[in-house]
């Protein structure tokens, strides 16, 4: 066998080998803090994430589909660490009660655990004049519920909704921080919670333009790159200059005051600000954003709001391939700890995707790859990295010889 050649079969399915992803100390350390197992004597913390991985690999709509799908048999349940397959029932209660929160924690853990493997994906291209900066990309995203069965997450007259707020690393394309709230909270209000290190740059929409953001960005430390409103109040102070015969989209680059009250109540009237211009010519419109930073080319500014449609990738990627848009239960603790688990299973996948396959694969590839070999008993690096979509020509069955007896034809 050539050295370089991977071995095929594996004493797991390939679902328990992406469990075995996840330490154990770190598993057991999370379920201690929030005893999340006190007084479970059989659906267990560990039983109800295999379930939702479970569901979440296979895209299951129910929870009988999980149910049904994961005891495929005795083995199956047993390499993959269950005592038995759970019950509709009992996953319903336990979705219902237990503490969303082990589940977000064990994300974060996660996050933390593997954070020196994650380095900036394939396709990344660098800005030069700001190769060294950590870019963080700021958005939310509903998934729309009937407010009937989700009294709970209250949006409008007729419709509810739950709002993902996301932090994610541009290079990375890993989410670093999230939020979940009722969808009736603003994308502002989301991220209250979100601070970085001095030097970080974050970029974001329209719906972060605030002036008490600003005021915090700036006392940590942090360049930001954010879309302006256009009933904003300014003062002009200077108009730089723009390049001959490059960046023709670049429209105006000027520095300004905030000059509205409520810019002064937030301590930022005396900060000067930049204003660029930016003309979109595939929507044929003018972007305005607004940055603290005076020194960058105005291009560079730029290229940095462009970069913002990446988080818009990212929600459109784990909507499509995740089970984040239909819920298992209809309280608020089970659509959040399904929400995390979901979280859990794109970063496991895309650690596996980017460390462990030696191919390149798209990411809705990768998903569906996984999907129709989840039960196989093939080791994950071999089907990460051995398994292509290909043109199979389909083997000849033996043909018997002709006997002279007539064939009877129906129809």
């Not at 269950?82 to 009660?97: F, G, N, V, W």
């Not at 954070?115 to 190769?131: A, D, H, N, P």
């Not at 200059?241 to 670049?250: F, K, N, R, S």
Request: charged fraction near 25%; charge should be positive.
């Amino acid at each position: 066998m050539s050295p370089t050649k991977i071995a095929k079969k594996s004493d797991k399915p390939l679902l328990g080998q992406i469990l075995d992803l996840i330490p154990s100390s770190l598993l057991q350390t999370t379920i201690g803090k929030y005893e999340s197992d006190k007084h479970c004597h059989k659906y267990k913390t560990y039983d109800q994430l295999v379930a939702m991985m479970f569901g979440q690999l296979n895209k299951c709509h129910t929870l009988r589909e999980i149910a049904q799908g994961i005891s495929i048999s005795p083995k199956f349940l047993a390499d993959i660490g269950l005592e038995q397959s759970p019950a509709k029932s009992t996953m319903s209660d336990s979705h219902a009660k237990r503490d969303w929160q082990v589940f977000e924690s064990l994300y974060v853990g996660l996050l933390t655990h593997f954070s020196g493997l994650f380095t900036q994906r394939e396709e990344y291209k660098v800005i030069e004049q700001i190769k060294n900066k950590q870019i963080k990309l700021v958005d939310a995203s509903i998934m729309s519920l009937c407010l009937k069965l989700f009294p709970w997450a209250k949006f409008r007259t007729a419709k509810g909704g739950i709002k993902m707020h996301v932090s994610l690393d541009e290079a990375t394309m890993i989410p670093e921080m999230v939020n979940l709230t009722p969808a009736s909270v603003s994308d502002r209000r989301g991220a209250d919670n979100f601070r970085y290190p001095a030097g970080t740059i974050v970029v974001d929409d329209r719906g972060y333009f605030d002036f008490s953001l600003f005021a915090t960005r700036i006392e940590d430390g942090n360049h930001f790159v954010t879309r302006m409103k256009s009933n904003t109040v300014y003062q002009s102070i200077e108009e730089n200059e723009l390049p001959e015969g490059t960046d023709e989209h670049i429209l105006k680059d000027e520095l300004i005051y905030l000059t509205g009250q409520a810019a002064r109540d937030a301590g930022i009237g005396h900060v000067v600000f930049r204003r660029v211009a930016i003309y979109k010519e595939d929507e044929n419109k003018v972007i305005v954003v607004i940055t603290n930073n005076l020194d960058w080319p105005a291009a560079v500014v730029g290229q940095l709001y462009k970069r913002r449609w990446q988080i818009e990738i990212f929600f459109k990627l784990i909507k499509q391939n995740l089970q984040i848009k239909t819920f298992l239960g209809t309280s608020e603790n089970a659509c959040k700890s399904q929400i995390f688990i979901a979280m859990i299973v794109y970063l496991l996948l895309e650690l596996i995707r980017r460390t462990i396959s030696g191919v390149y694969h798209c990411f809705g590839h990768f998903v569906t790859l996984i999907r129709v070999c989840l039960t196989q008993y093939n080791r994950l690096e071999y089907i990460a990295s051995e398994i292509q979509i290909t043109v199979q020509k389909a083997k000849r069955r033996y043909k018997p010889p002709d006997t002279g007896q007539k064939t009877l034809k129906f129809g």
